[in-house]
């Protein structure tokens, strides 16, 4: 059979966009630890369903270049993106080349990546995008242009919150346009050689600020610490499967799931209110078996969010760690929750907060990190929400913190639940002793005396405080075994799905 010589021209070009076709370039990038981006792409997509976009552009540099140089190492100008399958289940993915100088983003590169925003957006596809790369190219000759501020690459990306999940990997240095990518995606996961920042080495140094490795600008330990990073794992392929996970959240109910025995959920949580305890093993307990995903562990951990099922179908987690901060809530810790709601809102998942709390960070240090705005943005936040609201109260339900973990009242969620030995207050108890009983105490002088009869009327508080005696007064829809709670939550996100899906609202997600 005779192939036409037309045919043959496309075939051979074609073969010089593979990565096989730049060996050398590919073992140098392997040698230091690095990923192609078609190696990227075919970790994450089902094998075959790949269709890509603008496979045969090159830089635009004509002028600068041969064509011969172009086509050999300025291929795809550095960015490869198409739809997909991942897990039978249409998407599209993206990811900057860093064979292509440095991953950097030339202006061919950002025309294709918006022709792919707005196939993206048209037909609502989850994306995940492999965001690694230098930033903003200057050496792009072919185009007029002065600032190129008008690429509208950042815009349509941006505008796309809250309408299609998007998960960002990064996996080598990210800086500039590159960055903004990733911090503008729904989430981020990122390996140890990932490095992120606003500006990189070159910029750095050009605004006279010296000299600065580009691994020290954004290293994975300060971006986990600071929130930037959502999930950290330790390498390339474990980057894939990861965002090929977590866009399983965003993908619809699974059909097979398994739980864990319920009734050990009993046991869980400590009787003492001082005593400390890991919420970890209440969630994992809750949700399917092998389900839960924590999102920023690293950053604010005394609130704890995470990505879980319940009966195969998606979940948020919201919960206080009492080993942090006793469990108050921060600055840090509202911004944290406030943004993980809108998550879940805009995308349809069902939040169940696990209340264990003395209420709101307090104090002039607290304060100065600006508390009064902050912690009023979750209160907005919770408020807001569509989605179904689950309340559980662990073990303290005090003040205006507790409130906060529940969008505002006890009775804003669907169903506000308390466990056993739970207890609720205005304020915490003791405090609420000494503020409400300051003259009487202030009249023992003995010191010992004084700490016991604290002791006495804070007692004599928590009896008054329980679970029960709140249900009783109905400021509580009910006390549970919390054996029951798992079935209790899939029953009333079951009602409020009417048997079908739980919608989102669509609304953008905050990027912080």
Sequence with gaps: MTIRPDLLDVLARRALTEDSARPDAVEKLHARGGTTARE???RIVDPGSFVEYGRFVTAAQEARRSMDELLDRTVADGIVGGVATI????????SYDYLVMAGTQGMRGHRKTDRLIEVIGRLRLPTVFVASGGGGRPGDT??????ALDVTTFAEWAALSGRVPRIAVVDDNCFAGNAVIAGCADLIVATPRASLGMGG????SGGGLGDVAAADIGPLDVMIENGVVDVAVDDSEDAAEMACHLLGYFLGRSETWSAADQSVLRDLVP???????????VVETLCDEESVTVLRPGFAPELYTALGRIEGRTVGILANDSRHTAGAITSDGSDKAARFLQLCDAYGFPVISLVDTPGIMVGPDAERTG???HASRLLVAAARIQVPFIGVILRRAYGLGAQAMLAGSTHSPLMTIAWPGATMGAMGLEGAVRLSMRAELEAITDDDEREERVRQLTEMLRANSTGLNAARYFEIDDVIDPAETRSLIAHL??????GGEISGSGGAVDTW
Excluded: K, N, Q
């Design 40 to 42: 990227h792409i075919a």
């Design 87 to 94: 897990d039978g289940r249409p998407c599209a993915v993206l």
């Design 142 to 147: 072919d185009l007029p242009l002065v600032s």
């Design 201 to 204: 080495p070159a910029m750095i």
């Design 271 to 281: 009787e003492h209110e001082r005593t400390t305890f890991d919420v970890a093993p």
């Design 371 to 373: 508390l009064v705005r």
């Design 493 to 498: 996100v079951e009602a409020a799905a009417a």
